[in-house]
């Protein structure tokens, strides 16, 4: 009998999981910074010309805003004015 079962046994032991105390718990998700559209950012901004969120780089020509393609595997950040008009 304890041939069988001592086999088992070990099996046993060998696919429990470890257990211990000193796992460090994960970091909680960052929370998600509210962006300011780029309608808002414009309006607050009237003499900026030219800006950028760090993904996508922006001219404001006749008051519209022509951006570049965004930059791969970029992170958006707040729209900073680069170039503001000398009025």
Not at 22 to 41: G, H, L, Y
Not at 56 to 75: E, F, H, M, N, R
């Amino acid at each position: 009998m304890l041939r069988f079962a001592l086999p088992i046994l070990f099996l046993m032991a060998g696919i429990s999981p470890a257990l211990c105390d000193d796992t460090v718990p994960p970091a909680p998700p960052e929370k998600a910074v509210e962006m300011q559209s780029m309608r808002d950012f414009l309006q607050a901004n009237t003499d900026c010309q030219a800006f950028t969120d760090s993904c996508s780089y922006c001219v404001v020509k006749d008051g519209l805003a022509q951006c570049s393609t965004p930059q791969i595997a970029c992170v958006k950040k707040e729209y900073q004015c680069t170039a503001r008009s000398g009025k």
